[in-house]
T-cell receptor
Framework: DAGVIQSPRHEVTEMGQEVTLRCKPISGHNSLFWYRQTMMRGLELLIYFNNNVPIDDSGMPEDRFSAKMPNASFSTLKIQPSEPRDSAVYFC????????????FGPGTRLTVL | SQQGEEDPQALSIQEGENATMNCSYKTSINNLQWYRQNSGRGLVHLILIRSNEREKHSGRLRVTLDTSKKSSSLLITASRAADTASYFCATDLQGAQKLVFGQGTRLTINP
């Protein structure tokens, strides 16, 4: 298995631009998680989906952030408009069964907003 | 504050020595997990211990869980340079259906 796939691996953009991060979970996994990691705040759960349905989006910072999962093999996290404080590493993870079972993480997308 | 908090924040030891990291949490849990993160990479699951278990082993890893003290420890025996990484504990919040990660312990193994 290829594991969780994220793209792009690095993204540099200017403040105000739209950013779209992509994730392909492991085949057969029915839960997908988006995390953000910064030095100051550590690893934060932004949103998670179960069977393509958003279950908990309480971690989404504000309306500038949105996430979709149109099918079991693809999810996007969009930031519009982006701000410098959004600079972080964004991880996608997936698993099977309960959300608190072992999670499998992708390599992350390093986002820099200038 | 964090559900899971690791201690120490950073640890530096010589290759071959044992490394011990601790995690404390605040609420009742279903399980506690430990993950490793190498620099610039995603997190990798190491071990999961359920709330009704007290100790678990996996290779050179030993995890203990004390639910009365709401704490866990991760012991890496006979450390190697390749063990250099950050280690995170993750706990679930009963009823919340999600994992909460601590801030991590940065472990450096000196050759």
């Amino acid at each position: 298995d290829a594991g969780v796939i994220q793209s792009p691996r690095h993204e540099v953009t200017e403040m105000g631009q739209e950013v779209t991060l992509r994730c392909k979970p492991i085949s057969g996994h029915n839960s997908l998680f988006w995390y953000r990691q910064t030095m100051m705040r550590g690893l934060e759960l932004l949103i998670y989906f179960n069977n393509n349905v958003p279950i908990d989006d309480s971690g989404m910072p504000e309306d500038r952030f949105s996430a979709k999962m149109p099918n079991a093999s693809f999810s996007t996290l969009k930031i519009q408009p982006s701000e410098p404080r959004d600079s972080a590493v964004y991880f996608c993870a997936s698993n099977v069964g309960y959300s608190y079972n072992e999670q499998f993480f992708g390599p992350g997308t390093r986002l820099t907003v200038l | 504050s964090q559900q899971g908090e690791e201690d120490p924040q950073a640890l530096s030891i010589q290759e071959g020595e044992n490394a011990t990291m601790n995690c404390s949490y605040k609420t009742s849990i279903n399980n506690l997990q430990w993950y490793r993160q190498n620099s610039g990479r995603g997190l990798v699951h190491l071990i999961l211990i359920r709330s009704n278990e007290r100790e678990k082993h996996s290779g050179r890893l030993r995890v203990t869980l004390d639910t009365s003290k709401k704490s866990s420890s991760l012991l890496i025996t006979a450390s190697r340079a390749a063990d250099t990484a950050s280690y995170f504990c993750a706990t679930d919040l009963q009823g919340a259906q999600k994992l909460v990660f601590g801030q991590g312990t940065r472990l450096t193994i000196n050759p």
